[in-house]
């Protein structure tokens, strides 16, 4: 078993986003929190319809609740009659 070193200060200078995924981010770091908690829970259609916005493929008939957090929509795919529930955290790095 080798042990490989590891360049930090590679990794650091590293390009991890692009500048258009790094507007996206900013855009709903700011938006999606108020967007989603200030929606009556009952309007599911709202908060699917930010979600497409940003770029999650999102199905019909799913419910998703107002204090759910997702870190980056675009990564997120949920299928037909689904519920994402209360309190939920998608840490969509990749995708899921």
């Not at 770091?29 to 009556?40: G, N």
């Not at 009952?42 to 957090?69: C, D, K, M, T």
Request: net charge positive; no cysteine.
């Amino acid at each position: 078993m080798t042990k490989e070193k590891l360049d930090i200060a590679a990794n650091r200078a590293a390009e991890k986003w692009t500048f258009r995924e790094l507007l996206g981010r900013a855009a709903w770091d700011v938006l999606s929190r108020p967007l989603f908690l200030w929606t009556p829970r009952q309007i599911w259609f709202v908060r699917r319809s930010i979600l497409r916005l940003f770029g999650a493929r999102i199905g019909s008939r799913v419910h998703i609740y107002p204090n759910v957090e997702i870190a980056i929509p675009w990564n997120v795919q949920i299928g037909d009659d689904s519920s994402v529930g209360s309190g939920a955290r998608l840490y969509s790095l990749g995708e899921i």
